[in-house]
């Protein structure tokens, strides 16, 4: 990985051409689940988004600070999604007082993000690619917009399938499986623009 890359190139590479969600496979359960409805996954979105950029920026923080000075790398996991948890706690509280009707529609799957690999995996590729803070602070926005685009598309989408005559062995799990590899194809078309892997 170039260290060098420009922080807007990362930012929308993470969006397009290494879409975390649709590249890399990474925060699926809650992707598939939610997708169903648009409203809710314009909702889970934006909470992803958020929870994304402000854990890559603390979590390069405790790396560069805490982790890395007090030798503490074998501890690395633990600690980032100490830090997931904490931002998961405080937006679910914020959510839940600003807007009721999202936090009932959202259920489970708010407090779950706390364990949605596609967070850690930010964190972790900001890790392994030695990015600066602004470029995982552009990284973990990207990546967050990203995922937020693919589960919009994704619930788009589904609404329009299920008043489509699909065979009836192709319904449900089936025909959101493979309309997912159909995204995750045509994602693949910007690859050649940009390349940050």
Not at 105 to 127: D, E, K, R
């Amino acid at each position: 990985m170039n260290p060098n890359i420009n922080p807007l190139v990362l930012f929308f590479a993470s969006i397009f051409t290494s879409n975390i969600l649709l590249s890399n496979f990474l925060g699926m359960c809650s992707f598939i689940s939610i997708s169903k409805s648009l409203k809710s996954s314009n909702g889970l979105g934006m909470a992803v988004t958020m929870v994304m950029t402000i854990t890559t920026a603390i979590n390069w923080l405790v790396e560069k600070y805490v982790i890395v000075p007090f030798q503490l790398e074998y501890l690395r996991y633990i600690i980032y999604i100490i830090v997931i948890a904490a931002v998961v706690q405080i937006l679910e509280m914020v959510i839940d007082r600003t807007a009721p009707n999202l936090y009932i529609s959202l259920g489970i799957f708010l407090p779950l993000i706390t364990v949605n690999c596609a967070i850690l995996g930010v964190a972790l590729f900001m890790q392994l690619r030695n990015y600066t803070l602004l470029q995982s602070i552009f990284f973990g926005l990207g990546s967050g917009l990203g995922w937020w685009l693919a589960i919009v598309l994704l619930a788009a989408i589904r609404i329009k399938v299920d008043k489509a005559p699909i065979p009836a062995p192709l319904k449900g799990v089936g025909i959101t499986l493979i309309t997912i590899g159909i995204m995750a194809m045509a994602f693949m078309g910007f690859a050649g623009m940009i390349n940050v892997q």
